[in-house]
C-alpha cells in the first residue's frame, strides 16, 4: 500500500518551469516504480515519465523529452518532475502513480489527487 500526494503545480508562462513533487508513503519505496502521467479535460491520462525503484532506468514520452527530468530521492521518498520550456499544451491535471511491475507497464496501482498545471501563452 503506498499513498501518494502531489504538489507543486501552479500558473507559469510560455517557456517557463515548474517543478513537480511526488511525496509518498511506503514501507518500502525502493520496491515501486514511479510515474507521472497528465489529463487534459474531455481525454483520458496519459503517460509523461517514469523510473525504477533504484533510479538506474527513466523513461519519458515523446511528447516530453528534452524539457521534463523525473528524479527520485529514495532518502525522503519522494519524486519529482522537473518541468522546463513549458508550453501551453502541457497545461493539465498531472498525478503521481506507482506499480511493482516495471516502470513502463500499462498497470499503475496506485495513484495520488493530482495538482494542476497551467501554462499561459
Known amino acids: 500500500q503506498v499513498r501518494l500526494v502531489e504538489s507543486g503545480g501552479g500558473l507559469v508562462q510560455t517557456g517557463g518551469s515548474l517543478r513537480l513533487t511526488c511525496a509518498a508513503s511506503?514501507?518500502?519505496?525502493?520496491?515501486?516504480?514511479m510515474a507521472w502521467f497528465r489529463k487534459f479535460p474531455g481525454r483520458e491520462r496519459e503517460f509523461v515519465a517514469s523510473?525504477?525503484?533504484?533510479?538506474?532506468?527513466?523513461y519519458y514520452s515523446d511528447s516530453v523529452k528534452g524539457r521534463f527530468e523525473l528524479s527520485r530521492n529514495n532518502a525522503e521518498d519522494t519524486v519529482f518532475l522537473q518541468m522546463n520550456n513549458l508550453k501551453p499544451e502541457d497545461t493539465a491535471i498531472y498525478y503521481c502513480?506507482?506499480?511493482?511491475?516495471?516502470?513502463?507497464?500499462?498497470?499503475?496501482?496506485?495513484w495520488g489527487q493530482g495538482t494542476q498545471v497551467t501554462v499561459s501563452s
Open positions: 502513480a506507482a506499480n511493482t511491475i516495471e516502470p513502463l507497464s500499462n498497470r499503475w496501482d496506485y
Open positions: 511506503a514501507r518500502t519505496f525502493t520496491d515501486y516504480n
Open positions: 523510473v525504477s525503484g533504484a533510479g538506474i532506468n527513466t
